[in-house]
Nanobody, 125 residues
Framework: QVQLVESGGGSVQSGGSLRLSCAGS??????????LSWARQAPGKGREWVAD????????YYSSSVKGRFTISRDNAKNTLYLQMNSLKPEDTAMYYC????????????????WGQGTQVTVSS
């Protein structure tokens, strides 16, 4: 059974940085064979795609709202996905989730079967 466990969230002031981690386990064909994504959900809003990374980490994609400020990366030897978040803004406040990109399609999260429990990020002005 696939398990994803996020960590690293917290409260920061506007302009600050945080690094989120997501530890994966239970992958049938190994962590390194799956494309992965970060998504977020702000209070009262739907779940929003943030970033994608392909299985070997060489290709990354970002939503326009975070491009240039966030960096997605992975360490397949450690079965861990990361999200480095810089220049944080109050509008980045949300629960952040890692998820397995089911079809390998950029920006598509609605069909994903596997999600972590989330880690809360709060940015104050």
């Amino acid at each position: 059974q696939v398990q994803l466990v996020e960590s690293g969230g917290g409260s920061v002031q506007s302009g600050g940085s945080l690094r989120l981690s997501c530890a994966g386990s239970g992958f049938s064909f190994g962590f390194s064979t799956y494309d992965l994504s970060w998504a977020r959900q702000a209070p009262g809003k739907g779940r929003e795609w943030v970033a994608d990374i392909n299985s070997d980490g060489r290709k990354t994609y970002y939503s326009s709202s975070v491009k240039g400020r966030f960096t997605i990366s992975r360490d397949n030897a450690k079965n861990t996905l990361y999200l480095q978040m810089n220049s944080l803004k109050p509008e980045d406040t949300a629960m952040y989730y890692c998820t397995v990109n089911k079809w390998g399609a950029v920006g598509q999260i609605s069909s994903n079967d596997y999600w972590g429990q989330g880690t809360q990020v709060t940015v104050s002005s």
